[in-house]
């Protein structure tokens, strides 16, 4: 079975800056397309940006766009999002995910296309 395990969480002041990893490890599968959700207290869990195999094509949720940026090493299986200019709105335990479905942009925003989650970090931001 694939394992995703994140790390980079944490405390940070509103304007900051943090940037999570997300490595996965286990039974070899090609991970087509990863993405990162976030899930606030009460709330849905909700996408923020997902990107390709190759890397070169990514899409974000328009509340993170321009201030997030994800990224990619394929060979080594290895996820990151790049958070800066952090707000309090952005405080939620954020998960990685990863499919080996082909997905397109948009299909890439929905949830239940990711086959592998894990268990998430915390992040949060303080005004």
């Known amino acids: 079975q694939v394992q995703l395990v994140e790390s980079g969480g944490g405390l940070v002041q509103a304007g900051g800056s943090l940037k999570l990893s997300c490595a996965a490890s286990?039974?070899?599968?090609?991970?087509?397309?990863m993405g990162w959700f976030r899930q606030a207290p009460g709330k849905e869990r909700e996408f923020v940006a997902a990107?390709?195999?190759?890397?070169?094509?990514?899409y974000y949720a328009d509340s993170v766009k321009g201030r997030f940026t994800i990224s990619r090493d394929s060979a080594k299986n290895t996820l990151w999002l790049q958070m800066n200019s952090l707000k309090p709105e952005d405080t939620a335990v954020y998960y990685c995910?990863?499919?080996?479905?082909?997905?397109?942009?948009?299909?890439?925003?929905?949830?239940?296309?990711?086959?592998?989650w894990g268990q998430g970090t915390q992040v949060t931001v303080s005004s």
């Open positions: 990107v390709n195999w190759s890397g070169g094509s990514t």
């Open positions: 995910a990863a499919t080996s479905r082909i997905l397109g942009a948009i299909i890439r925003t929905i949830r239940t296309n990711y086959d592998y």
């Open positions: 286990g039974r070899t599968v090609t991970t087509y397309a």
